[in-house]
């Protein structure tokens, strides 16, 4: 099992940067790949990016592509999200996930059910 616990979250005005952090419990961290979703009021949960378990393979939405970038620090059981250039559409909780059956990121890896554990989501507010 692992345990998610997001950070990084804040108001921040359009145009800026925040980079989100993604910290796991558990062992084997680099075996399973990693997912960023967000999930804005009133609406359904959206994939944002993925990674594989060694990086070197990650996926972006359209919304977040050249914007965003995914990395991970598998000495550190870490998992990033850096976001540039924000905008008010952005401002969402933020989950990441992790898909423990696989350390490579699977065909439908933007669907939230390929993810079996979530952290708790961290606040994103971007003003305008």
């Known amino acids: 099992q692992v345990q998610l616990v997001e950070s990084g979250g804040r108001l921040v005005q359009t145009g800026g940067s925040l980079r989100l952090s993604c910290a796991a419990s558990?062992?084997?961290?680099?075996?399973?790949?990693m997912g960023w979703f967000r999930q804005a009021l009133g609406k359904e949960r959206e994939f944002v990016a993925g990674i594989n378990g060694n990086g070197a393979s990650t996926y972006y939405a359209d919304s977040v592509k050249g914007r965003f970038t995914i990395s991970r620090d598998n000495a550190k059981n870490l998992v990033y999200l850096q976001m540039n250039s924000l905008k008010p559409e952005d401002t969402a909780v933020y989950y990441c996930?992790?898909?423990?059956?696989?350390?490579?990121?699977?065909?439908?890896?933007?669907?939230?059910?390929?993810?079996?554990?979530w952290g708790q989501g961290t606040q994103v507010t971007v003003s305008s």
């Open positions: 996930a992790a898909d423990l059956s696989r350390s490579y990121l699977s065909v439908t890896y933007y669907r939230a059910n390929e993810y079996g554990h």
């Open positions: 558990g062992r084997f961290f680099s075996s399973y790949a």
